[in-house]
């Protein structure tokens, strides 16, 4: 595999729209997505009151407003940036991927994990939120985001109301709040739309890095390796153990798992970032996303994580990113991440796990009409308010009348 492409080059080639189509096809994706986004902060608004009357009935319809989200960047992505994905795992994920006969994924994760990933782009959550979706979890990721997201107008308003957590990175300042959100996601509900055990689903999605993949950022970890005396990555950057530390100890007791994706995206070689090839423009606008989107997973049960000292996790998790920076020299190597294809025994009379080896699917939903609930509540309101102006005018008749 070459190591050093010309400067100019791109790894999905030349633009395919040109100027007025790109204009064309910003302008159409920000009216679906800035009308979609307003839809669900108007749902959002429509159950706000539920705070106040039953917190379950609340947090239940939070979760359904974070589907039709999850829902909506899953089509713009299909629509606009159609890119295959191909996923592989270890041994560890054995039984939990397999593809559908019309060539859809489905994971069979459990409904209540820690996810961690190394971070190439600035969409990478997407691709992520997409998994969720596959694993009928999209109404239930949280993410871990920078505070000043949280100022976004209707996409900060709209996160906040999804639950996600939002720090400042000053460690003094942030432990108190973030405590207080993990053991809300950790306290016990009886809605539509709670666990087993009563435990709300959740999918805690923690970027270790920090920031994602740039010249700045290896930098950083350049230094970080530096000053400890250690050696640095080629492929990803020094984790930071601290947030993940903190999440694993408040979440021990109500989250088995704590699952791992690696990403690397197609195109993207020695020296160059993901992030600079991969933007919002020639992804979206341009006709150039990633020819593909490469996942390997693999999980740890967090009862055999030293959680507990942190100097050991602290040497347990760069081991593991280590690995990470291995998996992903293989994929540039070979193109793909590896696989696993084996069987286990049968047990107690289950079926055997088979692993999937590499599954090749695409962005999509399960059905086009999937995308109508984005409005449907909307609409409801709308119908309502349209019935009860109706009551209304009759009444002023009747009224006229006598």
């Known amino acids: 595999m070459a190591d050093s492409p010309p400067a100019d080059a791109h790894p999905s080639g030349n633009a395919k729209h040109g100027k007025w189509t790109q204009a064309l096809r910003m302008l159409l994706f920000f ?4 009308g979609g986004c307003i839809a669900i902060s108007i749902t959002q608004a429509i159950g706000a009151p539920l705070y106040f009357y039953s917190r379950d009935y ?47 994924l489905e994971c069979d994760f459990p409904e209540r ?26 109404g239930h990721l949280y993410i871990i985001l920078k505070e ?7 996409l900060g308003t709209g996160m906040m ?5 939002f720090l400042s990175r000053k460690w003094a300042k942030d432990k108190e709040r973030f405590q207080y959100r993990l053991r809300k996601l ?31 950022g290896r930098a950083g970890s350049k230094k970080w390796a530096d000053k400890n005396n250690i050696e640095d990555l080629r492929h990803a950057m020094l984790p930071r153990s601290t947030g993940l530390l903190f999440c694993l100890q408040e979440l021990e007791k109500t989250v088995g798992y704590m699952y791992d994706c690696t990403v690397a995206y197609e195109g993207v070689l020695r020296g160059q970032y993901g992030q600079d090839l991969f933007t919002l423009r020639s992804t979206y606008f341009e006709g150039r996303p990633p020819k593909s989107v490469n996942m390997h997973w693999r999980r740890f049960a967090i009862k ?20 990470k920076d291995d998996l992903l020299e293989y994929y540039l190597e070979n193109g793909r991440f590896p696989a696993d294809s084996g069987t286990s025994p049968a047990v107690n009379g289950a079926k055997p796990l088979k692993g999937a080896g590499w599954i090749e699917t695409d ?18 309101l709308a119908l309502v308010i349209n019935v009860l102006l109706k009551f209304w005018n009759v009444f002023l008749r009747v009224l006229h009348l006598r």
Not at 31 to 34: A, I, L, P, R
Not at 73 to 100: C, N, Y
Request: hydrophobic residues 45%.
């Open 58 to 104: 609340f947090y239940a319809w939070m979760a359904m407003t974070k589907q039709q989200f999850g829902m909506l960047v899953t089509t713009m992505t299909h629509w606009w940036a159609p890119v295959k994905i191909r996923v592989s795992g270890d041994e560890s994920v054995r039984g939990q991927l397999r593809q559908t006969e019309d060539g859809r």
């Open 161 to 165: 109301f999804y639950g996600f957590i």
């Open 304 to 323: 055999d994580i030293p959680t507990h000292d942190e100097k050991v996790f602290v040497d347990w998790l760069l081991a593991r990113w280590r690995e």
């Open 186 to 216: 950790s306290a016990s509900h009886q809605g539509p739309m709670s666990g087993t055990a009563f435990l709300d689903p959740m999918w805690l999605l923690i970027f270790p890095e920090g920031t994602n993949l740039s010249d700045n």
């Open 31 to 34: 009216v679906y997505f800035n």
């Open 113 to 138: 994990l820690v996810l961690i990933a190394n971070h190439q782009i600035y969409t990478d959550w997407i691709y992520l939120w997409w998994i969720a979706y596959t694993s009928k979890m999209h």
């Open 148 to 154: 000043s997201i949280k100022y976004i107008p209707v």
């Open 363 to 380: 962005v999509r939903p399960k059905s086009p009409l999937e995308v109508l609930q984005i409005l449907v509540p909307v609409a409801a």
